[in-house]
């Protein structure tokens, strides 16, 4: 008993430091973003301010964090839908004051639990749903330019048959289009515009490797540009190429739509469940690490956990080429 208390001591008395180093920023993120926005919508103190230049107690952290491939993609998607909602931002902001919401809510958990350990499991549940969110967001957002991409090539076929320049085609789909490539051709565009080669700007396309079907057409656009000749050509057989593949995407979707459902009930259920019967019952998980029988299960659990996201997902990372 008298190290269970030690131990709960120890556990709130660093929820309450952590609580007040992070609430130092996260304090101002919340409360004086309103003021901010009324004002100038970045300035100092206001969440926007916050997104563009980031919490500096977790910045160090953030900065090794995008170290991870796997991290720095996520977060590379967050940026991407901060973004597309006009709030500019960058990976080491974004992540940073994630990283300060995410121990200040941990900290009042901990606090109003008296335990770490559902801290411990309410961070890991959020940290879980961002995951999922993020990895169906990117999902939607690849299969939704695949969907626009026939189009684009026939905009592109009738732009170059009416006699346009390569910077008034970009122009003009960058205005008929949203999204990703609205973004990669407005990029274009300006690029031509600042004086750039069309060398420069056609690479734009196979920087950015979601979009497969437009590095492609940049490589034979970049060919056209050098050497001459028709680029109708290739546009329609590129367009005729992907919609027989969007068709057969839209077939597998169909085959993988429950088991892809499953496997994100599957992902998140767990997580839920610990984080709800720790808030819930008291010492739920106490048993878990009270000898080295019980860390070693919770490690096993853990491990198959992971073990069964990573075969699922790798089962039905299913490619069309």
Same mark, same amino acid.
Request: aromatic content about 8%.
């Given at each position: 008993m008298e190290a269970t208390s030690i131990a709960v001591a120890a556990a709130l008395a660093g929820a309450f430091g952590l609580a007040y180093v992070v609430g130092t920023n996260?304090?101002? %993120?919340?409360? @004086?973003? *309103? *003021?901010?926005?009324k004002n100038d919508a970045y300035q100092r103190g206001s969440w926007r301010w916050y997104l563009r230049n980031g919490a500096g107690v977790t910045r160090f952290l953030a900065k090794r964090l995008l170290g991870i491939s796997a991290v720095a993609s996520l977060v590379e998607e967050g940026v991407l839908a901060c973004k597309m909602a006009q709030v500019d931002t960058n990976k080491t902001s974004l992540l940073s004051v994630f990283l300060v919401v995410l121990l200040l809510g941990a900290s009042v958990v901990g606090l109003a639990s008296a335990s770490i350990v559902s801290a411990l499991a309410i961070s890991a549940c959020v940290v879980v749903l961002c995951v999922v969110w993020l990895n169906a967001k990117r999902d939607a957002r690849e299969? *939704?330019?695949r969907e626009a991409l026939p189009d684009v090539f026939r905009s592109m076929e009738v732009c170059f048959q009416s006699g346009f320049t390569l910077l008034q085609t970009f122009r003009q789909i960058a205005q008929e289009t949203s999204g990703s490539l609205h973004f990669l051709f407005d990029r274009a565009a300006r690029r031509l515009e600042l004086g750039q080669s069309a060398e420069s700007a056609l690479a734009v396309f196979r920087e950015d490797a979601s979009v497969p079907g437009l590095s492609f057409v940049s490589v034979a656009l970049d060919v056209q540009h050098q050497a001459g000749g028709s680029i109708t050509t290739v546009l329609e057989s590129a367009r005729m190429a992907l919609k027989d593949e969007l068709q057969l995407r839209r077939s597998l979707q169909v085959q993988t739509a429950q088991a892809k459902l499953s496997a994100r009930v599957v992902t998140v259920l767990p997580f839920v469940l610990i984080a709800l019967f720790s808030l819930? @019952? $008291?010492?739920?998980?106490?048993?878990?690490? $009270?000898?080295? %029988?019980?860390?070693m299960l919770l490690g096993v659990a853990f491990a198959m956990q992971f073990g069964g996201i990573l075969m699922v997902r790798r089962m039905l990372a299913v490619e069309v080429n």
């Amino acid at each position: 008993m008298e190290a269970t208390s030690i131990a709960v001591a120890a556990a709130l008395a660093g929820a309450f430091g952590l609580a007040y180093v992070v609430g130092t920023n996260a304090y101002q %993120l919340v409360v @004086s973003g *309103a *003021a901010g926005h009324k004002n100038d919508a970045y300035q100092r103190g206001s969440w926007r301010w916050y997104l563009r230049n980031g919490a500096g107690v977790t910045r160090f952290l953030a900065k090794r964090l995008l170290g991870i491939s796997a991290v720095a993609s996520l977060v590379e998607e967050g940026v991407l839908a901060c973004k597309m909602a006009q709030v500019d931002t960058n990976k080491t902001s974004l992540l940073s004051v994630f990283l300060v919401v995410l121990l200040l809510g941990a900290s009042v958990v901990g606090l109003a639990s008296a335990s770490i350990v559902s801290a411990l499991a309410i961070s890991a549940c959020v940290v879980v749903l961002c995951v999922v969110w993020l990895n169906a967001k990117r999902d939607a957002r690849e299969e *939704a330019t695949r969907e626009a991409l026939p189009d684009v090539f026939r905009s592109m076929e009738v732009c170059f048959q009416s006699g346009f320049t390569l910077l008034q085609t970009f122009r003009q789909i960058a205005q008929e289009t949203s999204g990703s490539l609205h973004f990669l051709f407005d990029r274009a565009a300006r690029r031509l515009e600042l004086g750039q080669s069309a060398e420069s700007a056609l690479a734009v396309f196979r920087e950015d490797a979601s979009v497969p079907g437009l590095s492609f057409v940049s490589v034979a656009l970049d060919v056209q540009h050098q050497a001459g000749g028709s680029i109708t050509t290739v546009l329609e057989s590129a367009r005729m190429a992907l919609k027989d593949e969007l068709q057969l995407r839209r077939s597998l979707q169909v085959q993988t739509a429950q088991a892809k459902l499953s496997a994100r009930v599957v992902t998140v259920l767990p997580f839920v469940l610990i984080a709800l019967f720790s808030l819930i @019952s $008291e010492g739920f998980l106490d048993p878990f690490f $009270e000898s080295p %029988l019980g860390w070693m299960l919770l490690g096993v659990a853990f491990a198959m956990q992971f073990g069964g996201i990573l075969m699922v997902r790798r089962m039905l990372a299913v490619e069309v080429n």
